[in-house]
């Protein structure tokens, strides 16, 4: 990963993966993705995509099939009204969830 990141086009779309263990170690990890830099750690991940992509989306991963609980987005739903117009076009099963 590192030595995509290193070969990367400035231009081109980037996929970066990273986990966060609270706020401050986030803003830390934002600092080095946004800086493209390669993480001395080895704990954020650059690849460039080789395909025109659509518009950069934020994916939340959660770690573990069964780590999901019913209410696990609810501060994000409350804070992000965009994700409740979402709510709202999924599928049923979802919803209950």
Known sequence: AHADADRADA???VWIAFVARDR???RIKL???RAGAV???????HRASD????PPL?????????????GMLADLFARFPA????????????VRA
């Open 11 to 13: 231009d081109a779309p």
């Open 24 to 26: 401050a170690d986030l």
């Open 51 to 54: 395909e025109a992509e659509t």
């Open 83 to 94: 994700l409740r117009d979402g709510l709202r076009t999924a599928p049923a099963e979802c």
């Open 31 to 33: 600092t080095v993705a």
């Open 39 to 45: 993480d001395p750690n080895g704990e954020v991940f």
């Open 58 to 70: 934020v994916g939340f991963l959660y770690p573990g099939q069964g780590s999901q609980r019913p």
